[in-house]
């Protein structure tokens, strides 16, 4: 589990303005990318790959909000396409599968909102977010949001992946006759079952 550090004051400015927000993107991963790792003692090496796992969580959020937008204005028909997904292709020098796994992201998170939330503030990584959309999928629509923000804060109180495969398959059950205002009222119960939070657990953790 990845989540967001709360001491803003440890955290560098906000950006003023989008072109210099995507200069500073640029130049943080560079810098990375040229970075000596030799130079580095283990804990910095670990402290390095935890973040970069964290703002992936974000770089998907962000791109699949941008890319909703310019999908619903059909941005993509100004360079003479005919689809979002071509149009990313051509215009990123990406292929079909990644263009595909793009327009994937863009069109899960607009249909869950507390993820796309939580992936943007670093607190879920990509993977688990996608496990967590396809459980819920699978559920009666009216009941989706409440399991989703059920299943995202026992993740932020340290379950496992384990744990909220079993948590999952415990709503579902539930929700075969429950409606979802009986799920909020019997959250509490279900989270019960949840194992405590291990060391491992505890390490995704931003300190």
Same mark, same amino acid.
Not at 110 to 136: F, K, N, Y
Not at 160 to 171: F, M, V
């Given at each position: 589990m990845i989540r967001m550090a709360r001491r803003r004051s440890a955290l560098a400015p906000l950006p003023p303005t989008r072109p210099r927000a995507l200069v500073i993107l640029r130049g943080a991963l560079g810098y990375l990318a040229g970075l000596d790792p030799t130079t580095l003692t283990t804990t910095e090496r670990a402290e390095c790959l935890h973040e970069l796992e964290r703002s992936e969580a974000v770089r998907v959020a962000a791109r699949s909000t941008i890319f909703f937008a310019f999908n619903a204005n059909?941005?993509? &028909? @100004?360079? !003479?396409?005919?689809?979002?997904?071509?149009?990313?292709?051509?215009?990123?020098?990406? *292929?079909?599968?990644?263009?595909? *796994?793009? *327009? !994937?992201? =863009?069109?899960?998170?607009?249909?869950? &909102? @507390?993820?796309? $939330?939580? =992936? #943007?503030?670093?607190?879920?990584?990509?993977?688990?977010?996608?496990?967590?959309? @396809?459980? *819920? +999928? &699978?559920?009666? &629509?009216?009941?989706?949001? +409440?399991?989703?923000?059920?299943?995202?804060?026992? #993740?932020?109180?340290?379950? @496992?992946?384990? +744990?909220?495969? !079993?948590?999952? $398959? $415990?709503?579902?059950k539930r929700t075969a006759g429950l409606t979802a205002t009986a799920l909020t009222t019997d959250s509490t119960s279900v989270r019960s079952g949840l194992t405590g939070t291990t060391e491992a657990q505890r390490s995704w953790r931003a300190t």
């Open positions: 059909s941005g993509f &028909q @100004d360079d !003479g396409h005919g689809g979002p997904r071509s149009w990313l292709r051509w215009r990123a020098g990406i *292929t079909a599968a990644a263009a595909g *796994t793009a *327009t !994937g992201w =863009m069109r899960r998170l607009a249909a869950h &909102q @507390d993820v796309r $939330e939580a =992936m #943007a503030a670093g607190e879920i990584s990509p993977s688990w977010a996608r496990e967590l959309c @396809d459980w *819920t +999928d &699978q559920l009666p &629509q009216s009941a989706r949001r +409440d399991a989703e923000k059920i299943l995202l804060a026992a #993740a932020a109180a340290g379950a @496992d992946l384990a +744990d909220l495969a !079993g948590l999952a $398959e $415990e709503i579902r």
